[in-house]
């Protein structure tokens, strides 16, 4: 993947097939390192299916949705010198708090790190694919932070208008271009 | 911060076109948004059909949607445009192929044969 973006967009692809309805987006940006953290409310995964998730030649058809996106992602991270790392609870056995988090760390001083790139299209996406899914983006930044939370946006526009809205979606991209600092 | 009150003008605008947007859309653009199609440049071409279709007041009329892999990955980005029974599958869609897509087949009804995957295997 050429920027982070595309593989955020890719593994929360994973937390929507995983049927969830909330799913949270962190970024943690400091001078020398960045952490994604993706969370959801979805199904969750069974131990022995998490314990070989990032090896891409044990998926099979029937777990095709995982595929190759979370080895791209674990390689993207331990090129930097970083790591990524799973944690899932099954809904089976959580009936109340079923989800799964990827972590992944990143080294930004090394030759090898991909750059973040344009998040704001990832997210514009997600919302686009997934409106009846609430998205919160975080990223905390040293000198700023840039927060979207659909949960808020469905607040005020109420069920007439679906979050996948153009118009909708232009507001997000608008207010995320503005708290990125970005001109109108 | 952009601010909420442009979000209730929305909403606002909104409820006086619910019975337009009700109607079932008379095409449906479809892109491959898997690992593979992400990977190949498809985040992008999403994003220009769908602010070419808002743009041209298409809204309710045609839908864009997305989809996982459908087994053809070294094709990828591919984009379905579904109207009635009938299919149109281009491949190796970029943001210039995706406006063009739009002005020729979505908006004048015309197919661009040379992008879809019959000319490729040809």
Redesign the interface.
């Known amino acids: ?1 050429k920027e982070l973006s ?1 593989n955020i ?2 593994i929360a ?1 994973n937390s929507i ?1 995983a049927e969830a309805s909330f799913v949270q987006i962190l970024l943690t940006e400091t001078d020398e390192s960045l952490k994604l953290e993706i969370r959801d409310d979805g199904r969750g995964m069974s131990e022995e299916f998490l314990s070989r998730v990032t090896d891409p030649f044990s998926t099979t058809r029937t777990t ?2 995982v ?3 979370l080895p ?1 992602l674990k390689l993207a991270a331990e090129q930097t010198g970083g790591y990524m790392q799973i944690t899932s609870r099954e809904r089976a056995l959580y009936p109340d708090t079923h989800g799964t988090e990827v972590t992944a760390f990143f080294y930004k001083n090394h030759l090898d790190f991909t750059p973040l790139g ?1 998040v704001i ?2 997210v ?2 997600l919302v ?2 997934s409106p009846e899914v609430d998205f919160l983006f975080m990223h905390e930044m040293p000198d700023r932070t840039v927060e979207i939370d659909t949960r808020m ?1 469905r607040e ?3 069920d ?2 679906p979050l996948s ?7 997000i991209r ?2 995320m271009t ?2 990125y600092g970005g001109g109108e | ?2 601010s ?1 009150e ?3 003008a ?2 606002e ?3 006086n076109k ?1 019975i337009l947007r009700e109607g079932s859309a008379e095409k449906r653009i479809v892109v491959g ?4 199609g ?2 190949a440049g498809a ?2 071409v ?2 220009t059909f ?2 070419e ?2 743009n041209r007041g298409l ?1 309710g009329k045609v839908e ?3 989809t ?2 459908i087994g053809m990955c070294r094709y990828e980005p591919i984009v379905e445009v579904f109207e009635g029974d009938q299919r149109v599958t281009y491949i190796f869609v970029d943001p210039a192929k995706a406006k063009e897509i739009v002005e020729k087949h979505i908006v004048g009804g015309q197919p661009i044969v040379e992008y879809t995957i019959g000319a490729a295997q040809k």
């Open positions: 993947m595309l967009l890719d692809q097939h095709r949705k595929g190759l996106g791209l344009d299209s990832t514009v996406s686009q694919g946006l005020v526009l109420g007439d208008v809205d153009p118009e909708v979606l232009m507001w608008g207010s503005e708290q | 911060m952009k909420l442009e979000l209730k929305i909403r605008r909104m409820q619910v948004m898997a690992t593979c992400i990977a985040r992008p999403l994003n769908v602010e279709i808002a809204t864009v949607g997305q996982g892999c």
